[in-house]
């Protein structure tokens, strides 16, 4: 049974960062897409960055381009999602997901989700 437990949000100011986790367990991830989408009070659901686990090929969302940087440590079976120059706008739950099969990496179909963790950048 694969889960996905996120930790690492928090309150921060605009300006700052924060560094999120998700450890994954329950399956081999070596040819798991993993992704991070968030969600903001009254939006739906956005795509965030994606990590193909073999190749550690990278996708990230315009918006974040240049302050976000998603990676994979093969050793703890974890995706970090490193976040800097953090905006008020950033603010959302923040959401590891994971699926295997397929080519987009944007999209809202991954098949397992964690339970999601609150980012809140004050301005």
């Known amino acids: 049974q694969v889960q996905l437990v996120e930790s690492g949000g928090g309150l921060v100011q605009a300006g700052g960062s924060l560094r999120l986790s998700c450890v994954a367990s329950?399956?081999?991830?070596?040819?798991?897409?993993m992704g991070w989408f968030r969600q903001a009070p009254g939006k739906g659901r956005e795509f965030v960055a994606a990590?193909?686990?073999?190749?550690?090929?990278?996708y990230y969302a315009d918006f974040v381009k240049g302050r976000f940087t998603i990676s994979r440590d093969n050793a703890k079976i974890t995706v970090h999602l490193q976040m800097n120059s953090l905006k008020p706008e950033d603010t959302a739950v923040y959401y590891c997901?994971?699926?295997?099969?397929?080519?987009?990496?944007?999209?809202?179909?991954?098949?397992?989700w964690g339970q999601g963790t609150q980012v809140t950048v004050s301005s």
């Open positions: 990590i193909k686990w073999s190749g550690a090929i990278t």
């Open positions: 997901a994971a699926k295997w099969g397929g080519s987009t990496y944007y999209t809202n179909d991954y098949g397992y």
């Open positions: 329950g399956r081999t991830f070596s040819s798991a897409i």
